[in-house]
């Protein structure tokens, strides 16, 4: 058998974070890019450069703020304390946290590109016709930016798959809570299993070309969105 | 425009120049738990022989990994004798070059102040919500908790409390910043010229686990080295003796 019970633990823990990241990110990043296409204020450009951060900080740096961010000293360890969900780190939650945020800026700039590329025009007509701004938004705005949706879902989906770095530095290598696929790997390796970690690295090979083979072949516009 | 090429060959041959004439260069690969005293090893060998010991911190299997693909590393401080050995049966290591340079030392550490008792009875007591450890897989630290806790009885309760860190440097991380109460980690991480350097600690009795022997080798790469050689001579000085002892190491 190529994939021992860990390993198959460590997949299906991957896809999960990855799920339920990329809902998040879609549902928060919406508002987020929709602002940013929209505003003329002073604040796009700070905001839209705090949005970006995690592209060029190094996953080192996320993880190390987050573990002191997160830790009992810290100030959201407090607050999550305070609220009687003690601290993130070591759980599945605190992955969700982390990489909704290290994944943001993956989903957040495909949505602005698309929602900046629609233009006033659609909107205006819309709103001529008295289109409510949420109708607008549902039934003008969203199929018009599907290209882009589809971009976000699949970059953010397969970044927060491809995480290491955050995860290694908070979570705590639990299995079936914080061991993630990448991890997992680093560990056969570590540990000179190199029949296992090819096994492993090679189905993230695979599944990372398939990935982006069906966005650059489905989605011809979204790819020029990003 | 012409003397472009030029100066591009004059600063490729000074370059090159420089590079031949610091040949007194060693490069070593260190076992995390070794980090600092090795710090204070490099500048005493420095001073000693003239020659540069350039470090590199990480985890032994890593380093394992490295080496047998290429990696430039010409003497090699493990932070077990297993991979030592290992090298030098599949010729990367010179052969009879391996010693045991220190004898690492596990502990129960907190960075809280009166956290962990003098006898490590608040491990029983389990009011924690993470106790920190070294995979046990990929550290000799790790493994030698793992041995301790079944030796106590404990591992079966407390396997739900465990959180790994992927090497040593990571677990103290983890207890530092707070995020675990306690964790075992290497006595020299906490401990300096004798004294804790903060927190609280119980040093594990050495009939909890079997000995950690840290072993060195030197490396097919660095064959031919002499400053590899005066490296691997430095390490076994009173010298370096001293510092080792230092930082709460045991040794032969």
């Known amino acids: 058998m190529l994939f021992d019970p860990q390993d198959l633990t460590a997949v299906w823990l991957t896809l999960k974070l990855a799920g339920i990241t990329t809902l998040i990110l879609l549902l928060a990043g919406t508002p987020i890019a929709w602002w940013l296409a929209r505003t003329g204020s002073w604040w796009k450009g700070p905001i839209g450069a705090m949005v970006a951060l995690p592209i060029v900080l190094p996953p080192t740096v996320i993880g190390f703020y987050l573990l002191v961010a997160m830790g009992p000293q810290g100030a959201v360890g407090k607050l999550t304390e305070a609220l009687g969900l003690g601290t993130l780190p070591f759980t599945f939650a605190g992955l969700v946290v982390a990489s909704v945020l290290y994944s943001l800026p993956f989903v957040v700039q495909p949505l602005q590109n698309a929602f900046e590329a629609i233009g006033e025009r659609p909107l205006e007509a819309a709103a001529t016709l008295r289109a409510s701004p949420l109708d607008t938004f549902l039934s003008v705005v969203l199929p018009l930016a599907r290209p882009g949706y589809l971009t976000a879902t699949v970059l953010g989906f397969a970044h927060t798959v491809g995480e290491f770095g955050v995860v290694l530095m908070i979570g705590g290598n639990i299995p079936d809570k914080t061991r993630v696929v990448s991890v997992q790997i680093y560990d056969h390796v570590e540990a000179m299993e190199y029949s296992q970690a090819h096994g492993l690295a090679a189905l993230m090979v695979l599944f990372s070309f398939l990935v982006l083979l069906a966005l650059y072949t489905f989605n011809p516009t979204g790819r020029r969105t990003q | ?252």
Do not use: C
């Open chain 2, 1 to 252: 425009m012409r003397s472009m090429p030029g100066i591009a060959v004059m600063v490729v041959v000074t370059l090159l120049a420089a590079s031949v004439a610091q040949a007194g260069e060693v490069q070593v690969a260190v076992a995390a738990n070794f980090t600092a005293p090795m710090k204070i090893i490099a500048s005493e060998f420095e001073k000693s022989t003239g020659n540069k010991a350039l470090l590199s911190f990480g985890g032994t299997g890593k380093f394992y990994a490295q080496i047998r693909n290429g990696a430039p590393f010409e003497v090699f401080l493990a932070a077990d004798d297993v991979t030592p050995a290992r090298l030098e049966q599949e010729g990367l290591g010179e052969k009879g070059s391996r010693f045991t340079y220190a004898t690492g030392k596990l502990v129960l550490w907190s960075s809280k102040q009166g956290y962990v008792d003098a006898k490590g009875e608040v491990l029983k007591q389990g009011k924690y919500a993470h106790l920190a450890i070294a995979a046990p897989k990929l550290a000799p630290y790790g493994a030698a908790a793992q041995e301790a806790l079944t030796r106590m009885g404990l591992l079966n309760i407390l396997e739900p409390k465990l959180v790994q860190g992927e090497n040593i440097a990571q677990t103290y991380q983890f207890i530092q910043s707070g995020n675990a109460e306690l964790g075992f980690i290497a006595l020299s991480q906490v401990y300096e010229n004798g004294v804790l350097k903060e927190g609280s600690s119980w040093i594990v009795p050495n009939n909890l686990y079997a000995p950690i022997h840290q072993d060195a080798v030197l490396l097919a790469k660095g064959k031919n080295n002499p400053a590899a050689a005066a490296l691997m001579t430095f390490m076994k000085s009173d010298k370096a003796r001293a510092v080792i002892k230092s930082f709460g190491y045991d040794l032969h």
